[in-house]
């Protein structure tokens, strides 16, 4: 059996996304999406997830590039006067020099999550924004702020080779790379305490996840639970007044999800989408070899 999971993200950043996400949802085409806690349109999601009770709502948490829920006496080693580092880069930086502290990533991780649990969310699982959290520095306090809350889902990042779809060698070079954390994120938590995919897909393909590169992904992706991460949304006024390199995209997104899954559900009888709701903790670091890295 062949289980796709497909999750938005950035659900909460404004208005336009947050339609974008409900009309793949009523469409069939997701079930899944993690919501921003400090989004501009976090009200306006939560009302959408709650008139929508099949769609499972994660925390789409951030550490960088965003404003924390603590105040940020309480984070010191996170932000630069009132936000998150702005960068990457700068972020993993100052993670591989050690200037992040761990308690301080899971407090703020703890207060995110709550934020929507108090919305009357029931999280149902987590990711990171930029994908921080393939770090095993980052991942063990966010899985011991998820737990904490009673959250025993978590996204796999890493993408296996036969997905990763991009035309530049440095970004493919860098997800090969990065691939290489794998096995030492997987010993950061219990694999059979949290449930989660045998991968990612669609991270090399952000900013190029159109109908044929979904059309693709979609014939070759083997069995087993396996999460396609998308961003889908409207290039509205709202979205201008967001720091967000992803804009006109969005909408490429959400056209190629609503012409490509209802298709694929279709003529792939074997192919089940699922949510995280549907996805049992399991020894991931078992999963195989050709699974795992991009080598």
């Known amino acids: ?166 035309g530049s060698f440095v970004r493919s070079l860098q997800l090969r790379t990065l691939n290489h954390l794998h096995d030492p994120f997987f010993q950061q938590f219990d694999p059979d305490q949290f449930a989660t995919t045998e991968g990612t897909l669609g991270v090399s393909a952000t900013g190029n996840l159109n109908a044929h590169t979904l059309e693709s992904l979609l014939e070759i992706m083997p069995e087993g639970a396996w999460e396609l991460v998308c961003h889908p949304g409207y290039n509205d006024a709202d979205l201008d007044g967001i720091t967000t390199r992803l804009r006109r995209h969005r909408v490429t997104e959400l056209h190629a999800l609503l012409a490509e899954i209802p298709h694929a559900l279709r003529n792939y009888p074997e192919l089940q989408l699922i949510s995280y709701r549907d996805l049992q903790p399991t020894a991931s670091a078992e999963t195989p070899a050709e699974s795992r890295t991009a080598s």
Not at 6 to 32: Q, Y
Not at 39 to 60: E, M, N, Q, T
């Open 1 to 166: 059996m062949r289980r796709l999971l497909i999750n938005a993200d950035d659900f909460g950043l404004t208005p336009g996304v947050n339609r974008a996400i409900a009309e793949l949802h009523d469409a069939g085409c997701l079930l899944s999406t993690t919501l921003l806690a400090t989004g501009a349109a976090f009200a306006d999601a939560v009302a959408l997830a709650k008139s929508r009770p099949a769609l499972a709502v994660g925390c789409h948490i951030v550490l960088t590039d965003g404003m924390p829920i603590l105040p940020s006496a309480e984070i010191p080693s996170l932000v630069q006067g009132t936000y998150f580092r702005p960068k990457l880069g700068a972020f993993i930086r100052d993670l591989m020099l050690g200037r992040l502290n761990e308690s301080e990533i899971e407090r703020e991780a703890v207060a995110q999550i709550l934020k929507l649990q108090q919305a009357g969310i029931a999280v149902s699982h987590i990711d990171s924004h930029k994908h921080t959290h393939l770090f095993p520095a980052i991942v063990r306090p966010l899985a011991r702020a998820a737990a904490a809350c009673g959250v025993y889902a978590l996204r796999n990042p890493f993408e296996p080779a036969w997905s990763i779809q991009t």
